[in-house]
């Protein structure tokens, strides 16, 4: 089970890379102006989240696995374990929400300006605060707790 919780982390830290650093080439290419950059922004964000959903897809499939054959029996009934599984069900969502926008720049329709997505940027990163001390620390989340 250690090797399926490492494959876990490691596609962890490859779908993060993409959740964190696509948003950042929307906030460059809403403030592009020129053809020619509009175009390389285009290939860097569909390629990018190409790898990214390759990232998301295996931490899926290896957490499903650790809940399927290890988690679910430990912790179904601790809250902070039922709080992280929404978290990553809104950083699907989030990564969802991604696809669309880089469908929208790529054709054209972009309805964003560079300080919504700096905003936007920080969502991936508080989760992934919020997550890390839930796995780290278990705090006891009251009348989640089973």
Sequence with gaps: MLWVKAFHVIFVVAWFAGLLYLPR?????AQTD???????????ERKLFMIMTA???GALVFGLWLVTDYAWAA?????????????AGV?????VWCGKLVNDFLVG??????????LFNEVPALILIAV???????????????
């Design 132 to 146: 890390v001390i839930l796995v780290v620390v278990k705090p006891s989340m009251g009348g989640l707790d089973g």
């Design 34 to 44: 020129d053809a020619a950059g509009d175009e390389r922004f285009k290939v860097m």
């Design 25 to 29: 080439l929307f906030v460059y290419h």
């Design 109 to 118: 329709r972009n309805r964003h300006g560079h300080r919504f997505y700096r």
């Design 75 to 87: 912790f179904a009934a601790s809250g902070w374990f039922r709080v992280k599984l929404v978290l």
């Design 91 to 95: 950083l699907a969502l989030y990564h």
């Design 55 to 57: 990232g998301g897809v």
